[in-house]
């Protein structure tokens, strides 16, 4: 059932005379008024990562009047970022997300003021970032960064917006654990557990539309301005899922599961989603190839098997000279396992040999003894051996 929850901000005391005219239309509105808007002054809101989800969050939020809006990123513009990043232009390739971020927010509220946290989020810092701000937005593409903004939110007693996004679906929630009348839950309520590496694949490898951002970036900056103000039923105990290709929105009960551990401290997240699958990682010992051994392979006319474990949509874009596709998805089934010769070494290569690891540990177990596979992917090729490689 749907819940009222308090403004979580107080109201600053006045707007001046550019303030009304510059959020007018937020006035007229009876639930928003003056009051609403002298909250959102003075509301501190802080967006992990300007990317995907945070750019169109960040724009909205300094185009609504929030007073302080806090960056946490330390990545730099990519081209293949401009997809979908629309804080973000030609002329920032290169900058640094959270300088070009701040510069994009200027132009659009001069009245807002940006604070930028450019460093990697750990455990040594978030509990103490996240105690100086009213709300944290997550719009991060990893499992080990979610939990950890989930549990340095639950030690720092705050609320925070949770979205995610792959190809054409997104899901939006917020989390608090100490929210009152009872209703408080946090991430571990919905997701207890991280998936098996590999079984979620990242945007990067997977694809995401890039106009989806922009429709979860928007649910998530409406469920900020919810909370700062008080107004409406926030998605505290729903989550939100939207599918693009049939326009659809639902939403699904989220509850407060007994089993939940309390959260008392902060682990290392990267062991504990299994960043490398221990298979993985013995797999690989010995068994890796570096992109100037594999050049040095090639071109001694040694027979081996060169096999791109990627999916045919990357394959389209670009390969390895000699290479044969084999995705993932097929040697996991038993399929692709057949298409390998067992005459010759096998190479494999994916994007950055996350994959590839995991296939090989695969192989392995079948009797590959002797496969291996490329460190960095094809990436690393590219970057060393062919730099003119079109890169996605």
Request: charged letters at 20%; glycine letters at 10%; one cysteine or more.
């Amino acid at each position: 059932m749907p819940i009222s929850l308090p403004p979580l901000v107080e109201p600053a005391d006045e707007l001046t005379r550019d303030e009304v005219a510059r959020y007018s239309r937020h006035l007229i509105i009876p639930d928003v008024g003056v009051q609403g808007q002298k909250r959102l002054k003075n509301a501190r809101v802080l967006v992990i990562g300007a990317g995907g989800l945070g750019a169109p969050t960040l724009l909205y939020l300094a185009a609504a009047g929030v007073g302080t809006i806090g960056i946490v990123d330390f990545d730099v513009v990519e081209e293949s970022n401009l997809q979908r990043q629309v804080i973000h232009g030609v002329s920032d390739i290169g900058r640094t997300k959270a300088e070009s971020a701040r510069d994009s927010i200027a132009e659009v509220n001069p009245l807002v003021r940006v604070q930028l946290h450019q460093v990697r989020l750990e455990r040594s810092n978030a509990v103490e970032l996240f105690a100086q701000y009213d709300l944290i937005l997550d719009g991060t593409d990893n499992f080990a960064t979610r939990y950890l903004v989930n549990d340095a939110a639950v030690l720092a007693h705050k609320p925070y917006i949770w979205g995610s996004i792959y190809r054409f679906e997104g899901q939006v929630s917020v989390f608090w654990e100490d929210a009152p009348n009872g209703l408080g839950l946090n991430y571990r309520d919905l997701y207890p557990e991280p998936p098996p590496p590999g079984m979620v694949p990242s945007c990067a490898e997977g694809g995401v539309l890039g106009v989806l951002c922009a429709s979860i970036g928007s649910v998530m900056g409406t469920e900020a301005i919810k909370l700062i103000t008080g107004i409406g039923q926030p998605l505290l105990g729903r989550l939100m899922i939207y599918d693009a290709l049939e326009m659809s929105y639902r939403t699904i009960a989220i509850r407060k599961d007994p089993a939940t551990p309390a959260i008392t401290e902060l682990v290392d997240y990267d062991e504990f989603c299994g960043v490398v699958p221990e298979e993985a990682a013995a797999a690989v010992a010995g068994s890796t190839i570096t992109p100037a051994e594999l050049r040095e392979l090639l071109d001694s006319g040694q027979p081996l098997a060169l096999i791109d474990v990627r999916e045919p949509g990357e394959w389209a874009i670009n390969r390895i000279e000699g290479a044969q596709l084999v995705p993932q998805s097929t040697i996991n089934t038993g399929e692709g396992l057949a298409k390998l010769p067992q005459d010759r070494m096998s190479v494999l290569y994916c994007k950055t040999g996350v994959r590839s690891a995991q296939v090989l540990a695969t192989l392995k177990k079948a009797g590959f003894a002797d496969a291996v596979h490329l460190q960095g992917g094809i990436v690393a090729w590219a970057n060393q051996m062919q730099p003119d490689m079109v890169m996605y």
